[in-house]
């Protein structure tokens, strides 16, 4: 669970410096820059599948509700990010992606201090 963790803080991170890249350039969200923040869901999506699966295995009888909340806010933000990336054609589009990656990421850590035998 450690090393998914990892591959979500790396891709998240790829993503944020991507996305700074092109605002800083400025450039609008291409193909490249979406498909990076698509890829933030997909990870993001697989850590809850995975988290979802060890909850219902009896894996740590923690706050659910907090969990789940922490999750779905995740994917949540990350889908809505990429949607404003898609619509907003300028530096601006860029800069969400890499303003909603970040953030993904210190989600991730504040799991982590919440969820803790979750990730052992």
């Known amino acids: 669970m450690l090393a998914l963790s990892i591959l979500v803080a790396v891709v998240c991170l790829a993503t944020t410096l991507l996305g700074v890249y092109y605002a800083v350039r400025d450039l609008n969200a291409d193909l490249v820059l979406l ?13 809850g599948i995975a ?19 922490y999750l779905l ?19 601006w589009g860029s800069l969400v992606i890499a303003v909603v990656a970040l953030v993904a990421v210190v989600l991730l850590m504040r799991l982590h201090q919440i969820w803790p035998g979750g990730f052992a």
Not at 35 to 47: D, E, I, K, M
Not at 77 to 85: A, E, H, Q, S, Y
């Open 35 to 47: 498909g990076a923040c698509a890829l933030v869901a997909v990870v993001w999506t697989t850590l």
């Open 73 to 91: 806010t995740g994917l949540a933000m990350t889908v809505g990010g990429g949607w404003v990336g898609l619509w907003e054609r300028s530096r």
């Open 51 to 69: 988290l979802g699966i060890r909850d219902l295995g009896g894996g740590h009888p923690g706050d659910r509700i907090t969990l789940y909340g």
